[in-house]
């Protein structure tokens, strides 16, 4: 309980400050990039530090790492909470995801120290990995009606007495797990984290500053050979960051995409589909929030059934059929504009609900069932790190899908209005927020735009979420035929009277020789 209690507290974050992203446009003064920094900001430190995360917990105890980001993520909360400025929201954002990043690995490894029975280990799993993805749509679900209530700070505030209590059960509940040497790979630390930094703000910075902007173009150059140089030197290490060994076997190599992709196009939609909701459609923070009841109607259903779908067919089938939902609801939203009523694409929740309550509890069994427990929290640290990396990449790559055909769409209806060019990047922050104060819905920079204005600036934005949402979901269909070949055949739980595929035999230091 204590570690499902933790997990679901470090998925909400993920999501919850979604609905929070208009009231702080308008409060803080920023527009679409600094709000996506916002995002990012935790996502790129906890998946820049979530294999570090797994290395320290073996190396210093399992528990005793889990219980230290604990802390730390609670206190970044409340830094969070108290932030007066974009600068120091975004700080107090990269804290809470260096806590996320510590207690993270350690949750799912200490899962498969405490429960050795394969099928209680399933179960287990499968608890864990519903909470996890339950955490992901309970957050818009909550943070509407918080924001509207008590602001946006109330997002973070939220955390707080829920860390401090999980710390309490902690150390009353959790088995001390004893440390093994190991060395932490500080040089892929600083190759990883600084490759995907680069990335990422190429990729954000991209649409807004131009493709060819000097700084843009560095960022990505540098992201291409820090990231080649990181890969390059985990497969020459005795201790690697990342064990580029578990990508060799098929079955795990498919259950990593899986995670990859499924986050990757769905943290992408749940970052925008809340400014198009309350900045388009004209919803309360708490009409949006309420709005995601039927995905997470759909994920709380689906996450015991996926659990049964995998003791008894193997992972396949369950991932593969969730990866082809979460594709056929993402790509239905392209069916809707402006002036759309929600009866009409709420079956696209549903789809996306059932989607990922299917794909999240398959690929942490088949990830553990396919190594040896000395390697489970390195298993652990890199199903996480992907599926986090897919979030942060996803958010990075259908945001800059979005912003490149917003303001491409902005300038040709701006330019029918006789508007020049340079007025684009102004009406496209207000459409975010930038330049209100009142923090009230309907007010601040983007209700003082001309009639005329204001509908060039929701239609262009609309043509942006289309044109993101369709990329996210082909990129989803494409996984779910690979998926259904990579995880073939499937791998069957090992039960008392049938025989499993065997697990992969340990990492050792073989390459030393």
Known sequence: MTLCVTMFMSMLDNVIVNNALPRIGQDLGTGISGLQWVVEGYSLVYAGLLLTGGALGDRYGRTRVFRLGLALFTLGSACAALAGTIGVLIAARMLQGVGAALLTPGSLAILGHVFTDQRERARAIGLWSGVSALGLSVGPVVGGPMVEAFGWASVFW????????????AG????AIAPRERRVDLAGLALSAAG?????????EGPARGW??????VCAVAAAVLLVAFVLLELRVAEPMLELRLFRDRVLGGAMLSGFVVSFGMFGALFFLPLLMQ????WSPSAAGYAGLPMTAMIVLAAPLSQRLTTRYGPRLPVALGLTLCAFGLGGLALYGGQARYPEY?????AMGLGMGLTFTPVSIAVLQRVEPPQAGMASATINTLRELGGVVGVAVLG????????GALTENLGRLGIPP???????????GAGGGSGVQGSGAAAELPGPVRAAVEGAFVEGVHLAVLCGAGVLAVTALLVTVLLRPAVRPAVPDQGGEPALAPLTDARRG
């Open 158 to 169: 939220i955390n707080v007495p829920i860390g401090v209590g999980g710390l309490l059960l």
């Open 172 to 175: 009353r509940v959790l088995p």
């Open 196 to 204: 995907l930094g680069a990335l990422v703000y190429a990729l954000i």
């Open 212 to 217: 060819t902007d000097t700084r843009v173009l």
């Open 279 to 282: 900045d388009v459609l004209g």
């Open 346 to 350: 709420l079956w696209t929740l549903f």
């Open 400 to 407: 800059a899908v979005l912003t490149y055909r917003l303001n």
């Open 422 to 432: 340079g007025a684009v990047g102004p009406a496209a922050d207000a459409l975010a």
